[in-house]
């Protein structure tokens, strides 16, 4: 992980969500680093729309996994998603909203921030 990271509006990297817990290091941020290979980097509000798909794509987030303290989302939640998987929604016109301020810096690599500017959530 790395001390002090940044979002992808270049300030502090701020919290994603603590219920429920999120995070590649399961610390409630989208911290990332080598060893997190699938870049759980983009902060999340998912819909039931998104999950439908990320299931249909052999990502099934909904089902409690607690072998991997994964206790399933709900329409709603808040989660670092894989970036690609984020920009795979996007493609598929299901991409749920982004909270910009908890997004890691290193989403960029993957898709812009006028892509992710255009599903920031506002307000919530």
């Known amino acids: 992980m790395t001390a002090n990271a ?34 759980h980097v983009v902060c999340t509000k998912v819909t039931q729309e998104f999950l439908e798909f990320s299931a249909s794509r052999g990502n099934d987030l909904s089902t409690p996994r607690p072998e991997y303290r994964f206790a399933g989302l709900q329409e709603g939640d808040r ?18 909203f982004v909270i910009l301020e908890s997004t890691h810096a290193k989403a960029l690599e993957f898709v812009t921030l006028e892509q992710l500017q255009e599903y920031a959530l506002v307000g919530g």
């Open 79 to 96: 989660w670092c998603l894989c970036a690609l998987r984020w920009k795979e929604a996007l493609h598929a016109g299901v991409a749920p």
């Open 6 to 39: 940044l979002n992808v509006l270049g300030t502090e990297l701020m919290p994603c969500s603590y219920d429920p817990l999120t995070g590649f290091y399961r610390d409630g941020c989208c911290n990332t680093d080598m060893q997190d290979l699938g870049s």
